[in-house]
């Protein structure tokens, strides 16, 4: 199995700021990962695929990096609507995903 | 507009099966793959099971294998799981959920509102 291993589990930051979220991988799992949001009572939304590519509709203020184990998820300015959890999801060998980073406003 | 609604979940007893069942509208059903997923109270996510187009490829989660079975049936549009020897650790928020994967899982593009499942004697 493939262990996705998130960090941190949460955070607070304020309005406008860099969030930054990692996700390390057990094995190389080549750019084989996805990006999830969950708000509180929903289902969770993709908003970046294949590590780095922006789903459709999604705001630019997000986005995604890396490839092999060691990846990163950053909104570049944080937004009130953007408290959730999120979480990193690989493909590479099966489906597992990271145990989530919460997200509030300071 | 895509669609997936999921019933079947409930109360059951440890020990005890349960099928769930989701039905799929707004797009051609036997061309996707699916997945289910669970989250149980205040938890992440764990994906459960995945189906392929007619059924070709069925891959499920390593310490769920034998206990949960996935299948469908294309001419009603639905997408099924069968649940035995299910225990209090069983007790989750069950998601159906479209993969946009044409064999193996890849990821999900529509998820449907879940349906919860509490296993309490």
């Known amino acids: 199995d493939i262990q996705m291993t998130q960090s941190p589990s949460s955070l607070s930051a304020s309005v406008g700021d860099r969030v930054t979220i990692t996700c390390q991988a057990s094995?190389?799992?080549?750019?084989?990962l996805n990006w999830y949001q969950q708000k509180p009572g929903k289902a969770p939304k993709v908003l970046i695929y294949?590590?780095?590519n922006l789903q459709t509709g999604v705001p630019l203020r997000f986005s995604g990096s890396g490839s092999g184990t060691h990846f990163t998820f950053t909104i570049s300015s944080l937004q009130p609507e953007d408290v959730a959890t999120y979480y990193c999801?690989?493909?590479?060998?099966?489906?597992?995903f990271g145990g989530g980073t919460t997200v509030a406003i300071k | 507009e895509v669609q997936l609604v999921e019933s079947g979940g409930g109360l059951v007893k440890p020990g005890g099966s349960l099928r769930l069942s989701c039905a799929a509208s707004?797009?051609?059903?036997?061309?996707?793959?699916f997945n289910w997923v669970r989250q149980a109270p205040g938890k992440g996510l764990e994906w459960i099971s995945s189906?392929?187009?007619?059924?070709?490829?069925?891959d499920y989660a390593d310490s769920l294998r034998g206990r949960f079975s996935i299948s469908r049936d294309d001419a009603k549009n639905s997408l099924y799981l069968q649940m035995h020897s299910l225990g209090a650790e069983d007790t989750a928020v069950y998601y159906c959920?479209?993969?946009?994967?044409?064999?193996?899982?890849?990821?999900?593009?529509?998820w449907g509102q879940g349906t919860l499942v509490t296993v309490s004697s």
């Open positions: 959920a479209r993969d946009w994967g044409a064999a193996r899982p890849q990821g999900v593009d529509y």
């Open positions: 707004g797009f051609t059903f036997s061309s996707y793959s």
């Open positions: 189906i392929s187009p007619s059924g070709t490829f069925i």
């Open positions: 094995q190389d799992i080549s750019n084989y």
């Open positions: 294949d590590a780095s």
């Open positions: 999801q690989q493909y590479e060998d099966l489906v597992s």
